[in-house]
């Protein structure tokens, strides 16, 4: 089982619609959580932290769930400017701030 | 603000040449760090360094060596180039602190082994 999972997709979107999904992690001691974005060809960039009480930014929602292990995310109002990929990261309380990676989720919002 | 740099963005070998990849950051970050990406793999971590003069293993770091002569640069060195290390690789950097600092991302090297 990978450490941490998501549902690839694609999610294909209408334009001015909300989509969420999910990443499950196996570790119980994970200590932090990231969403982060990656256009085509990119470099990931951070999209948000993942804070125990949930937290917002804009349209972006993103939810903890610690006793069943997941992490969510919430898009409101897509843009097209959306359409991305969406990597699910995990910290494991251990030396050197290491990451582990989700596969992605990707989203395509369409007109 | 370079943030990350890395050099070169791409590169051709043949199978069994050799040739380092170069990371460079201006943020005065401890921690360093080389991903692969693969198609359906997400980031695999190769090596870190958590500091000047210091290198650990990742998850794949078969067939690629490191070092850290200076805070501000990590390179990845490919003894030997095999076709299964063609890939996308990734730099990465963040400061020292608590657990839970995201990373800082270099724009990638599409790297394609003949």
């Known amino acids: 089982r990978k450490e941490v999972e998501q549902d690839p997709g694609p999610f294909n979107v209408p334009e001015g619609a909300t989509v969420a999904f999910n990443c499950t992690y196996s570790?119980?001691?994970?200590?932090?959580f990231f969403w982060y974005r990656q256009d085509c060809r990119k470099e990931p960039k951070l999209l948000m932290s993942?804070?125990?009480s949930g937290n917002e930014d804009g349209r972006f929602t993103a939810q903890l769930n610690r006793a069943s292990q997941y992490i969510s995310l919430l898009i409101r109002d897509s843009k097209l400017s959306d359409s991305a990929t969406y990597l699910c990261v995990v910290n494991q309380r251990a030396a050197g701030n290491k990451l582990t990676f989700g596969g992605g989720t990707r989203v395509l919002v369409k007109p | 603000n370079a943030g990350v740099t890395q050099t070169p963005k791409f590169r051709v070998l043949k199978t069994g040449q050799s040739m380092t990849l170069l990371c460079a950051q201006d943020?005065?970050?401890?921690?360093m760090y080389w991903y692969r990406q693969d198609p359906g793999m997400g980031l695999r971590l190769i090596h870190y360094?958590?500091?000047?003069?210091?290198?650990a293993k990742g998850e794949v770091p078969d067939g690629y060596n490191v070092s850290r002569l200076k805070k501000q640069n990590f390179l990845l060195g490919l003894e030997s180039a095999a076709p299964s290390q063609t890939s996308v690789y990734f730099c990465?950097?963040?400061?020292?602190?608590?657990?839970?600092?995201?990373?800082?991302f270099g724009d990638g090297t599409r790297l394609s082994i003949l």
């Open positions: 570790n119980s001691a994970s200590q932090s």
């Open positions: 943020m005065n970050h401890e921690y």
């Open positions: 993942v804070y125990s």
């Open positions: 360094s958590v500091g000047e003069g210091t290198t």
């Open positions: 990465a950097s963040s400061p020292r602190g608590q657990a839970g600092q995201p990373q800082h």
